[in-house]
């Protein structure tokens, strides 16, 4: 065999004499045993090129690397594809943004619009609205809003996202539109007020459209505040920004649909022009003498309306109004407790209780009782519902040769008069003053967009409420603030600050109040928890004090002249609880009690002239809600 080794080559390659060779498999064997002789012999023994086997590990590194290969491959298509995925997202979320804060921009001004029913300015808004709405549903509609709401932590912030702008597509399109059918049946240019009567058509074709759009903004509302808070501060931003305009727009419309709803009845207008006449009693309030749903009874007047004509009565003194040996409504241990039975005795103290759907019974069973009249309502008004009016019908004389407007009718009816008159001069002057002022704003109306927005300033600060005998129609006011009505319901979480002078002076002229609630956490219960914050101030100087009258700082007999004397009030949110509360002073704090089913904290505070008090208090809502906190307190004295 040419010299070659009896040992068989591996590979063709001839070993080196004296070295063991690896064992061969039966491939290999066979490989060689085929070799033609040429190649066997035709190489040098050490000019041929070494190839090793490759060692299984050798083989396993290879496909490791392949099967690297291929997963790296894929991974960097995958990530191209969630670039890609990703870019398109980030584009269409701040589309969605744009198109959502250009469509709240456009109905800034929504309400007022609504208010004032301005059809052609309503059509424009809404239509620009609607548009801005469009493009953003028709985004987070796509296939790509639907993928992403499913990823996780930004699937919760994608969802709000869809849920807030297809509560406003709601808005868009079920409610805007009747919104302008009402703008188009009531034409308040052609409202008009002359010899007393009111003359106003289309309330009664709006008061379907109005349910419609009252009912669909208010189921929107609600989704839209159910929805989590985005981990995103800028997605946070905007969907708080449709939250509040969302808000605003259900409180305006909700009001306005309990005012259409009943108003046709209880002016006797449009299909009750024929009705037999209401008669309403006018309740005058002095809130230099505060009580919690206001103040003092200062005077009453009955009003009579039938077929839009309003006539107006003579105005009483509250001290015309006999006291009662016992109460005319028969009251519950609750309010004996809180507010003794004067509640329901005498007519000074008949807005002791914050409750004024329960005012409005006790006073129509006292002038009945007197009087013999049975009233269809009660409206209580204050001098600074007066002024607020008075500002847009312009001022009214009085017999003494003066006038009150726009911008001294509180003053004068607060203060100076106690300043520069005896009680039964104040008393006299207070009801003349009461029945001129009304009388003269219900037949002064030249401008009745004026007019109305002035009144629903009076009714959101709480300076006029109604409350009517008519079951079915006090049901349909009841949610509005104009009912003032304690909120009972779990799902609508308010917190009650109400004040009442035990001073027996009228001292809270000088009284000022702040208020404030702040969201504090989430409750381990689940509830929200949130701080109270009252401030009261005595703004009376020394120097006034010694030198006010009697009549205004008082006798003397309950706290040292100058001196203001208030009981407080503090409701919790229902079916919540007052958690802790801190007062200047401890011994201020008296309890805790219960009145129609709220949990009161109940408070005592006196304040020297010039003195500053705080009192912190921390509520919580009901565990069940996640609706947010709203305020309710004893009407402030504004512009003083």
């Known amino acids: 065999m040419n010299g070659a080794s009896d040992q068989p080559e591996e590979f063709g390659v001839q070993p080196k004499q004296g070295r063991q060779e690896e064992p061969q498999s039966n491939a290999d064997s066979t490989s060689d045993a085929t070799a033609s002789p040429e190649d066997s012999t035709s190489s040098a023994p050490h000019s041929r090129r070494v190839r090793r086997r490759m060692s299984a590990e050798h083989i396993r590194q290879i496909k490791r690397k392949r099967r690297r290969r291929k997963i790296l491959i894929g991974v960097l298509v995958i990530v191209a594809a969630l670039a890609v995925f990703a870019g398109a997202f980030v584009w269409s979320a701040l589309h969605v943004k744009n198109e959502l804060q250009q469509a709240v921009s456009s109905a800034q001004g929504l309400q007022q619009t609504i208010s004032e029913a301005d059809t052609s300015k309503l059509e424009k808004q809404t239509t620009a609205f609607s548009d801005h709405v469009s493009k953003a549903y028709k985004q987070t509609s796509s296939p790509l809003w639907q993928v992403a709401s499913v990823v996780p932590y930004v699937g919760n912030d994608i969802s709000a996202v869809r849920t807030t702008v297809a509560a406003m597509e709601n808005i868009s399109s079920q409610a805007l539109p009747q919104l302008v059918k009402v703008a188009e049946n009531v034409d308040l240019n052609s409202i008009h007020v002359e010899n007393g009567t009111i003359e106003i058509s289309g309330l009664e074709a709006s008061q379907q459209p109005l349910q419609i759009a009252d009912d669909t903004i208010d189921k929107a509302t609600r989704e839209v505040k159910t929805v989590k808070t985005p981990h995103i501060a800028q997605v946070a931003d905007a969907l708080k920004t ?241 009912s003032g009505k304690l909120i009972t319901e779990g799902a609508k979480p308010q917190v009650g600050v109400y004040i009442s002078d035990e001073t027996e002076s009228k001292m809270d002229w000088y009284l000022h109040r702040e208020v404030t609630t702040e969201f504090q956490k989430v409750a381990r219960n689940g509830a929200n928890q949130y701080t109270v914050h009252i401030k009261l101030q005595n703004t009376m100087t020394a120097e006034e004090a010694a030198s006010e009258s009697d009549y205004v700082i008082g006798a003397g007999n309950i706290v040292p002249k100058g001196q203001i004397k208030t009981a407080l009030f503090i409701y919790a949110p229902a079916n919540g609880r007052l958690v802790d509360w801190e007062f200047q002073n401890a011994d201020d704090y008296k309890g805790v009690t219960l009145h129609n089913g709220l949990t009161v904290g109940v408070g005592d505070v006196t304040l020297q002239p010039g003195e500053s008090y705080e009192i912190t208090v921390h509520v919580q809502s009901a565990p069940d809600t996640g609706e947010p906190l709203t305020l309710r307190q004893t009407p402030l004295i504004e512009g003083r």
């Open 242 to 482: 449709a939250e509040t305009y969302c808000e605003k727009l259900d409180s305006m419309v909700h009001s306005l649909n309990s005012i259409v709803q009943v108003l046709p009845s209880m002016l006797g207008t449009e299909s009750h022009a024929n009705d037999a006449p209401r008669n309403y009693l006018i309740l005058a309030q002095t809130n230099a003498e505060a009580r919690p749903s206001g103040g003092l009874t200062g005077s009453l007047g009955l009003v009579t309306v039938q077929g839009g004509h309003v006539s107006l009565q003579p105005f009483v003194s509250d001290s015309e109004i006999q006291n009662a040996d016992e109460s005319v409504v028969d009251l519950t241990a609750e309010e004996r407790l809180l507010f003794t039975d004067k509640l329901g005795k005498d007519i000074r103290d008949v807005n002791f209780t914050p409750d004024f759907p329960r005012t409005g019974e006790i006073v129509s069973a006292m002038w009945n009782r007197q009087y013999g009249v049975a009233v269809d309502g009660v409206i209580a008004i204050d001098p600074l519902f007066l002024q607020n009016m008075l500002a847009v019908t312009g001022g009214v004389a009085m017999p003494d040769g003066s006038t009150l407007d726009g911008t001294n009718t509180a003053q004068t009816l607060l203060h100076d008069v106690y300043v520069h008159m005896t009680p039964q001069e104040t008393d006299e002057y207070f009801a003349v003053a009461a029945q001129a002022a009304f009388d003269h704003i219900t037949q002064n109306v030249d401008d009745f967009k004026s007019y109305v927005k002035a009144l629903s300033t009076s009714v959101e600060q709480g300076h006029v409420m109604v409350w009517s005998a008519h079951e079915d129609e006090q049901d349909l006011i009841a949610d509005s603030a104009i």
